[in-house]
């Protein structure tokens, strides 16, 4: 089995009201030095065959097609093989 974990961040362009919410509350929880925020998801795929390539394939597929808006969102996976 392999297991794709694939991380979906908001382009460097993009204003993240998310992340400036969270970086005032650090804020208020006295936490300094923290210059800026930014949020994402992290989403987890495993796939039941061993082949590298196809599960590469089929990751930056569903990546694309599914999970991140290319107009707003980069992304990147790496891939890992599961005992």
Known sequence: ???????????PSILDPQGKAVAHAIGTMGVAGVSGVRMGKYIEITFDHTDPA???A????ICRKLLANPVMED?????????
């Open 58 to 61: 089929a990751t930056d597929q």
């Open 75 to 83: 992304y990147r996976f790496e891939l890992e093989n599961e005992a």
């Open 54 to 56: 196809s599960a590469r």
């Open 1 to 11: 089995m392999i297991r794709a974990r694939i991380h979906i961040t908001l382009r």
